[in-house]
């Protein structure tokens, strides 16, 4: 099995993210510690570290390069998409101010606030 650590940079934005062994963070008693991983890759690598979950057991998402880690949230969040968009503090998402429509496929028109339909063309 493996884990999966974030490298924290400067204002609380992940650099990298990196796979370990889960057998560095085990402790005596064969118990995972996030703590024995942290400072592996610290060891390693140097820099702050905390762990993340493809199946976003922990943290709310698996982190990427750029998201950021809340400390006060315990989670990570992906870079905001558009200055219009609000942080939904129960999913830690970006909310557009218009709800996606329900049919069709769209993109968010910033200048305007709102989702134009994509065509598609032969």
Sequence with gaps: MMAHFAKIGENNI???VIVVHNNVLLDDNDVEQESLGASFCFDLLGGNWVQT???RNIRKHF???GFTFDEERDAFIP???YPSWTLNEDTCLWDS???YPEEGVHEW?????EWV???WTE
């Design 14 to 16: 992940v650099d990298e």
């Design 53 to 55: 979950s493809y199946n």
């Design 63 to 65: 982190a990427g390069k």
């Design 79 to 81: 870079p905001q998409p």
């Design 97 to 99: 101010p218009v709800p």
């Design 109 to 113: 028109d910033e200048d305007n606030q």
């Design 117 to 119: 339909e994509l065509s």
